[in-house]
Nanobody
């Protein structure tokens, strides 16, 4: 059973930075997709960034391009999201997700199979 555990959320002022981490366990495939998604109160969940593990491809939502970077840790079961130049509109619950076949930042992650519990990011102006 796949388990995903996020960490690194918190409160920061606009312009600041945070790094989110996601530790994954319980899978055996060498190729799979991991991604970050977020949901703010009253809004639909949206994709932030995805990383195709084993292939190296990444994709970002337009709203975070050039500010956020998704990467894989040296321990290959760890996924990071480095968030720079944070804006109040980045405030949301951030979720890590994994799927063995599907890999897209669009669609709100509806086709991703496994999800973490989320970590809160709050950016104040």
């Amino acid at each position: 059973q796949v388990q995903l555990v996020e960490s690194g959320g918190g409160s920061v002022q606009a312009g600041g930075s945070l790094r989110l981490s996601c530790a994954a366990s319980g899978y055996t495939s060498s190729r799979y997709c991991m991604g970050w998604f977020r949901q703010a109160p009253g809004k639909e969940r949206e994709g932030v960034a995805v990383f195709y593990i084993g292939g190296g491809g990444t994709a970002y939502a337009d709203s975070v391009k050039d500010r956020f970077t998704i990467s894989q840790g040296n321990a290959k079961n760890t996924l990071y999201l480095q968030m720079n130049s944070l804006k109040p509109e980045d405030s949301a619950m951030y979720y890590c997700a994994l799927d063995l076949a599907y890999c897209s930042v669009s669609g709100g992650g509806r086709r991703f199979r496994d999800w973490g519990q989320g970590t809160q990011v709050t950016v104040s102006s």
